[in-house]
């Protein structure tokens, strides 16, 4: 289960998904406009998966997936990974029922 810190991120993640329609990265944690692969806290990032945003509001610079499920757990973190790959929505959804818990 995600302590307060965590949750507090989820939030902000699915604020900024909703606030920047153009800024959902799928398939991976943060990109640049190009689409090039860059690491969370990468100056160059726009564009996020939802994990992604989540580790960006963190503060922790990572591009593997892995290092957000080993945060959140394998069960949780894959979840919001699937439903980001699925749609912006469907990660914003995601992200904010994973902060209910």
């Known amino acids: ?11 902000r993640a699915a ?15 943060a990109a640049r ?4 692969i860059v690491g969370t806290m990468d100056p160059r990032a726009c564009r996020f998966c939802a994990l992604g ?3 960006h509001e963190l503060g922790i610079d990572t591009v593997n997936t892995i290092d957000a499920l080993n945060l959140i ?18 990660g914003i959804v995601a992200l904010r029922r994973a902060a209910m818990t």
């Open 1 to 11: 289960m995600p302590n307060d810190k965590i949750k507090q991120a989820m939030i």
């Open 15 to 29: 604020d900024w998904l909703e606030a920047n329609p153009d800024g959902h990265a799928r398939m991976r944690m």
């Open 33 to 36: 406009e190009s689409g090039q």
């Open 53 to 55: 945003r989540m580790m």
């Open 73 to 90: 757990g394998d069960q949780l973190g894959e979840l919001i990974y699937r439903a980001s790959d699925l749609s912006r929505e469907a």
